[in-house]
Nanobody
Framework: QLQLQESGPGLVKPSQTLSLTCTVSDGSITTYYYYWSWIRQPPGKGLEWMGAITYSGNTYYSPSLKSRTSISRDTSENQFTLQLSSVTPEDIAVYYC?????????????WGQGTQVTVSS
C-alpha cells in the first residue's frame, strides 16, 4: 500500500523559507503518470493546491504562489520537497502531500497525514 509522509519543522519564523519533505514508500515517484502534489489548508479555509512535480520531474505551480514556491525531488530517496520562501502568518496551515493523476480536476488517491506549520517569531 502506497504511503506518503510529510516531515519538516512545525514552526517557521516570518520571512524565512519553509521546507517540507514528503517521503513515499511502497511506490516510486517516477512511476508513469503520477503528479506528486503539495496542498495546504489554512485554519477555517478550504484546500489550496500549491504545486506538483511529475513522474518525469516537470513542475507546476499555483499562479498565486509561483513566485515563492519551489518543488524538487530526490529519486534516490523517493522523496519530493516543497520550499516556500518569505513566509508570513498567512502561510499558517496544515500542509499535505498527495498523489494525483493529473492537474486541475485530478483524482487524488493517496495522501499524507498532514503536518501543521505555524509562522511566528
Amino acid at each position: 500500500q502506497l504511503q506518503l509522509q510529510e516531515s519538516g519543522p512545525g514552526l517557521v519564523k516570518p520571512s524565512q523559507t519553509l521546507s517540507l519533505t514528503c517521503t513515499v514508500s511502497d511506490g516510486s515517484i517516477t512511476t508513469y503518470y503520477y503528479y506528486w502534489s503539495w496542498i495546504r489548508q489554512p485554519p477555517g479555509k478550504g484546500l489550496e493546491w500549491m504545486g506538483a512535480i511529475t513522474y518525469s520531474g516537470n513542475t507546476y505551480y499555483s499562479p498565486s504562489l509561483k513566485s515563492r514556491t519551489s518543488i524538487s525531488r530526490d529519486t534516490s530517496e523517493n522523496q519530493f520537497t516543497l520550499q516556500l520562501s518569505s513566509v508570513t502568518p498567512e502561510d499558517i496551515a496544515v500542509y499535505y502531500c498527495a498523489r494525483a493523476n493529473g492537474l486541475g480536476d485530478a483524482e487524488y488517491d493517496h495522501w499524507g497525514q498532514g503536518t501543521q506549520v505555524t509562522v511566528s517569531s
